[in-house]
């Protein structure tokens, strides 16, 4: 399994550090878990990658060389996993996404991997003036709804043209008129045996 460089686990951590540091709850729920480590393993074609990390006093996390972490995250990206997210959120991850060990600590990874939000107001803010930051995070919010309609409308048409305009995917009707046809035969079959007797069946 390839380990992603430390520099690069760093940045993303210290990103994710951040949003842990405007979300108090969250800080609260990892706290509680202080010593015990995370994998998170990203399942690509040219094979898994993962990054390890531990869990700090503070809540927060920070990158480690771990034997054998507390908690592996697994996440398996795929177009799915892309439309769950525009969907979503990161919520929409939840079928791509693995979590095994520690059932306590596995537990709250799971909460705080399907609640976690970054107030992004909060940071536009600082800089920028709570109005200017309002206006940016509504004109965000906007683009993230107009994001999320366009993924559901690419959805439907993509699933549409695999079942219909050029049929690689079985849609549910047919799928369940052929399961409903195959309990029939079989049903049939079982009579058919029956009333032949065990020389049929031999």
């Known amino acids: 399994m390839n380990v992603v460089p430390l520099p690069l686990a760093q ?3 210290s990103a994710l550090n951040h ?3 405007q979300q108090d709850w969250a800080r609260d729920r990892l706290r509680a878990h202080a010593g015990r480590s995370v994998r998170v393993v990203v399942v690509s074609p040219l094979g898994p990658v993962s ?5 700090g006093d503070d809540g927060t996390l920070a ?9 592996t995250l697994t996440l398996t990206p795929s177009i799915d996993a892309v439309f769950g997210l525009l969907r979503e959120g990161t919520r929409g991850l939840s079928g791509h996404l693995k979590i095994d060990g520690d059932v306590m600590v596995a537990a709250a990874i799971g909460e705080i991997a399907q609640q976690l ?14 109005r200017a930051a309002h206006r940016m995070g509504e004109a965000a919010r906007r683009g993230a ?29 047919d799928m369940r ?26």
């Open 145 to 173: 709804r107009q994001a999320r309609e366009a993924g559901e409308r690419a959805e439907s048409g993509v699933r549409r043209f695999l079942v219909d305009e050029d049929p690689q995917l079985v849609g549910r009707p």
């Open 51 to 55: 990054s390890d990390a531990r869990i």
């Open 11 to 13: 940045i993303a951590l």
């Open 117 to 130: 939000r970054w107030d992004v107001e909060e940071d536009l803010s600082r800089v920028l003036g709570d």
């Open 177 to 202: 008129a052929l399961a409903a046809a195959i309990r029939s035969l079989d049903d049939a079959v079982g009579r058919l045996e029956a009333r032949l007797g065990p020389a049929a069946r031999r």
């Open 19 to 21: 949003v842990l540091g």
């Open 63 to 71: 990158a480690a060389a771990v034997e054998a972490p507390t908690v």
